[in-house]
């Protein structure tokens, strides 16, 4: 048995065949103490709601549970998994709540409910596409504060540190804007290849962002999502070049934003981004 009374990862990795999918991006974590720990880095979660995308075979779960989560709604898409969910489920008296589906069509204030007034911490342990997805899809829903407190999720070390990057670095682009204009995003500590069965290619790491309050003239998230974009398309190119893709004169938004034209996208902070997005929604 495990510290949690609950038989060990592995046993129920080899009892219910979970046998890791290339298809789903399985890389399934085994260690408690470990999945305790990403449970304390997700803040208070004691008093919220937590909705893990992807739980496996449970590992996060059972570290959020045993950290004292009061409430867990997953949803995993994998059938297999969801035996082994259930029975984490039943041990802990129904805290947790199973459902099986595809995290990137779920519309989530509807799934989660009515929390009486409770905080939501998304935490999530995801292969790369789908990671990279639903953030973008999480950072980008238009109403801001948005529906959760914080974003507790699991990388790959080079998407977490695109995550992060600031100006003037490679990695710096579309993610890095699109988290940070509306958020603070960090990376809190890194998890070794060995820590999963089977071991990635790569590092991990675990990135939490949480989100900011908007200034009152902040740009309209689509524009500023198209201008970003549309920069970053082409980021060796100087901006009074690639910025034609937006269907007016760069010169004009690029002068009135007080930014040189022969500036390129990865040279621009946030706040370059956020003014430039303002001049094009007053232009276009
Ligand atoms: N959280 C577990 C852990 O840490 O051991 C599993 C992590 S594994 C990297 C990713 C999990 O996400 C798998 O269980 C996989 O089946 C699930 N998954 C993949 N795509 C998904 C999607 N679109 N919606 C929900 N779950 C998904």
Request: hydrophobic share 40%.
């Amino acid at each position: 048995m495990s510290s949690d009374g609950l038989p060990p990862l592995r046993d129920v990795i080899d009892r219910y065949d979970l046998r890791a999918k290339k298809s789903l991006g399985q890389n399934f974590l085994t260690d408690l103490n470990l999945t305790q720990k990403i449970a304390r880095a997700a803040g208070n979660i004691k008093d919220a709601v937590i909705y893990e995308v992807g739980p496996g075979p449970g590992a996060l779960t059972r570290g959020l549970l045993m950290q004292g989560a009061q409430k867990i709604i997953a949803v995993e898409m994998d059938h297999r998994c969801i035996l082994a969910l259930n029975e984490i489920a039943s041990a802990y008296d129904n805290k947790v709540k199973v459902i099986e589906g595809d995290a990137l069509d779920v519309d989530e204030a509807a799934l989660i409910g009515d929390t009486n007034g409770k905080d939501i911490h998304v935490v999530a342990n995801l292969p790369y596409n789908v990671g990279t997805a639903l953030l973008v899809k999480w950072m980008t829903v238009e109403n801001w504060l948005p529906w959760f407190k914080s974003l507790t999720l699991m990388f790959q070390k080079e998407v977490g540190e695109r995550i992060v990057a600031k100006p003037k670095s490679k990695a710096y682009g579309r993610l890095s804007v699109l988290c940070q204009y509306r958020a603070d995003p960090r990376i809190l500590f890194d998890i070794p290849r060995q820590a999963f069965i089977p071991p990635p290619k790569v590092t991990s790491c675990i990135v939490q962002i949480t989100p900011k309050e908007q200034p009152a003239n902040a740009p309209d998230q689509k524009i500023l999502e198209r201008v970003v974009s549309v920069a970053f398309n082409q980021r060796r190119k100087m901006l009074r070049a690639s910025l034609k893709g937006l269907g007016i004169d760069p010169a004009i938004i690029l002068a009135s934003a007080n930014i040189k034209e022969t500036a390129r996208a990865e040279e621009l902070s946030v706040e370059d981004f956020c003014r430039l997005a303002l001049e094009y929604q007053e232009n276009k």
